[in-house]
């Protein structure tokens, strides 16, 4: 339920992740995106849109989103 945002971009970008990759995310990716969804709606699209930095803990994650939101 935290996936839903409120930005509709970032709900079908969580959306594809939870339906493709979650069901195969170590506990590692599982903690990152739980700690991706603390964050505020502005600073998560301004990562998946490479407006702002990227810290390094996130980047995989971050480029497995990027490319859900184009499959």
Known sequence: MRSRRGLKEL???FQHYL??????????DI???????????????GMLL???PIPERYT???AILRQSHHD
């Not at 339906?19 to 590692?28: F, L």
């Not at 903690?31 to 600073?43: K, Y």
Request: hydrophobic content about 40%; overall charge negative; glycine content about 0%.
């Open 19 to 28: 339906e493709h990759h979650y069901p195969d995310a170590s506990p590692s």
């Open 60 to 62: 995989q994650l971050i």
């Open 31 to 45: 903690q990152q995106l739980d700690e991706l969804l603390d964050m505020q709606d502005p600073i998560l699209l």
């Open 11 to 13: 709900d079908v970008v």
């Open 50 to 52: 490479d407006m702002d």
